[in-house]
């Protein structure tokens, strides 16, 4: 019998978890440990943040969907990993050994300054209670003006508008918001912003915190009641003290095969991996569930001894971002569109995916 452990429910798990709804596979026990029997799709989260989207809504039950796929589920958080030895220790003692180990944990938030008094979005299982917290701060600031910081500084704009809460949520940035999405959408999120009142500073460091105030690298005063980092990605310390093959970040290297060069019989995906042939490829949950059918195929075929098949990330996606009110901004590579219909597509695929896991 042949041992596969699935750490972590990320989206290339689900993806595992939904095909062995409907395939038998003999001679392999399957089993699923992650933190938390609830996973929690960020997707939603701006939606949840607004008052959309109830809780329910937002989280797909882990324990449920592994019985219904014959998986065993266990509730622990890998603390320890011996790829030599092939076994993992829980944060709850547990000892877990295998014969194949594939990690799909997701990332942390890069925080520095805001680390101790900031709340924080990760692990996501924590979101709904640390958002509630959030939203209904005196004076809450977002740090972060990549999509998540975005989403969320629009979401939780619009929940405290309907609550008649008059101070404005503050959004910082350290370069032009949304970047990485090029100019189009950064002219577009600003003229949006400046629609909705949100305060924005772009191109701006936090320096240092002094009596509930922040002071930024250009001598900007912001008041805070309650800080959320959405700052970027910050690997999993699990791998580097595994002396597994990284990159210079600390994330899983693994090759187009999504399998560690040190270790075959070890895989990964979805933000905790860099994959060697595309080192610069941004985190981000399209490439996790574009992932999960090649993890999967592949995981089979080292099982089976049979070659093992490439995995080509896109090099343009659709991005859908919600910015409060059910309006969208729609991108496609340059293509950037704003309205109604964008968030009504966006809702339709985010129910659409949450309704496979029922």
């Known amino acids: 019998m042949t041992k596969l452990l699935l750490i972590g429910g990320g989206h290339a798990h689900l993806s595992i978890l939904r095909s062995l709804l409907h395939e038998e ?8 440990i992650t933190s938390s029997k609830f996973q929690y799709y960020s997707g939603m989260f701006s939606g949840f943040t607004e008052g959309l989207y109830d809780e329910d809504e937002i989280r797909i039950d882990l324990e449920s969907l592994c019985t219904r796929a014959s998986v065993s589920f266990i509730e622990d958080t ?12 829980g944060f709850s003692g547990g000892i877990y050994s295998f014969d ?16 101790n008094v900031g709340l924080n979005i990760k692990p996501n299982y924590r979101f709904t209670e640390q958002i509630k917290e959030f939203r209904s701060s005196e004076s809450p600031v977002i740090i972060g003006g990549g999509s ?9 704009s619009a929940w405290r508008k309907k609550q008649s809460l008059k101070n404005p949520v503050t959004l910082i ?4 918001l949304l970047h990485s999405y090029g100019n189009k959408a950064t002219e577009k999120i600003r003229e949006i912003a400046k629609y909705h009142n949100l305060v924005y500073y772009e191109n701006e460091q ?11 690298d250009k001598d900007t005063e912001i008041k805070y009641s309650a800080i959320m980092p959405v700052t970027g990605p910050k690997a999993s310390s699990l791998f580097q003290q595994a002396l597994l093959s990284t990159d210079a970040n600390g994330y899983l290297l693994v090759d187009d095969t999504l399998q560690n060069a040190d270790y075959p019989y070890v895989f990964g995906a979805g933000d905790c991996v860099s994959l060697a042939g595309y080192p610069n490829l941004p985190k981000n949950g399209v490439y996790a569930v574009r992932q999960g059918p090649f993890l999967w195929k592949n995981i089979k075929r080292l099982i089976t001894g049979r070659p093992l ?5 896109p090099k343009k996606f659709v991005s859908i971002l919600s910015t ?3 309006h969208g901004l729609f991108t496609y590579g340059d293509l950037v569109i704003y309205g109604k219909w964008a968030w009504s597509l966006k809702n339709r695929i985010d129910r659409k995916f949450m309704n496979k896991h029922l």
Do not use: C, R, Y
Not at 100 to 115: K, M, N, R, Y
Not at 150 to 155: C, Y
């Open 25 to 32: 596979i003999s001679d392999l026990q399957v089993t699923l």
């Open 78 to 89: 890998i603390i320890s990993f011996d790829p030599m030895q092939k076994v993992l220790l």
């Open 100 to 115: 194949v180990v594939s990690f799909d944990i997701g990332s942390g938030v890069a925080s520095d300054l805001t680390q």
């Open 148 to 156: 998540a910081g975005v989403e969320l500084a629009f979401s939780t």
């Open 173 to 176: 940035s350290s370069s032009p």
């Open 206 to 216: 936090i320096e240092k915190l002094k009596n509930s105030i922040i002071i930024t």
């Open 309 to 313: 098949v490439p995995f080509k990330p």
């Open 324 to 326: 409060g009110e059910k």
